[in-house]
């Protein structure tokens, strides 16, 4: 009777100190997982924030009262020369180590789109309104938002799962052309 005792008390004890492993472990992974998503999301942030501030200093200086044999050296420097030390370039390595390679892959695209946009607003003859600046800059904006998106589907899976579902339903919702062809 008391070996019974003593087993039950050992068996016990082993089940505690087992659920208490597992659960430390997943709280710890749970935890890493935060850690790391947070670190996306900053990386993330850093990214779109310097690729809009070098966008927004280009175009002042661009468009600005400079002679045409400064405009391109200014533009340039507004390219390169952010005020907070997290230009566009740096901030794209840290993308590139931490992001999934999809995510990183499409970061490539935007920056070599915004580089597009500096060299042609370095020209002296191009103006908000001019033909070649308008196709340029809209591939850029368009890349920029399939970038953020790429972004927080990969911050919020579930956000994307959602996202497709709506996209289904909506086209699920919309009338089909029900004419029967001719014979």
């Known amino acids: 009777m008391a070996w019974g005792t003593l087993v039950a008390a050992a068996l016990g004890a082993v089940i505690g100190i087992g659920s208490t492993l597992v659960t430390d ?80 892959r499409q970061g490539l695209k935007v920056y070599g789109l915004l580089r597009e946009v500096r060299e042609l607003l370095a020209q002296p003859a191009i103006t908000l309104d001019s033909e070649d600046y308008e196709p340029v800059i809209g591939a850029f904006f368009a890349q920029l938002e399939f970038l953020q998106e790429s972004m927080r589907d990969d911050l919020q899976p579930r956000a994307r799962t959602a996202r497709q579902r709506a996209q289904r339903a909506e086209a699920d919702r919309r009338p089909r052309d029900r004419r029967v062809p001719p014979l």
């Not at 966008?55 to 002042?60: A, D, E």
């Open 25 to 104: 472990t997943l709280r710890s992974r749970r935890e890493l997982d935060q850690r790391w998503s947070d670190t996306k999301r900053l990386v993330y942030v850093r990214f779109l924030s310097a690729l809009a501030r070098a966008h927004s200093r280009m175009v002042v200086v661009a468009f600005g009262d400079l002679p045409a044999d400064e405009r391109r050296h200014a533009v340039h420097h507004a390219f390169h020369a952010d005020p907070q030390h997290a230009d566009a370039k740096s901030v794209l390595r840290e993308l590139g180590i931490t992001a999934p390679n999809h995510v990183y």
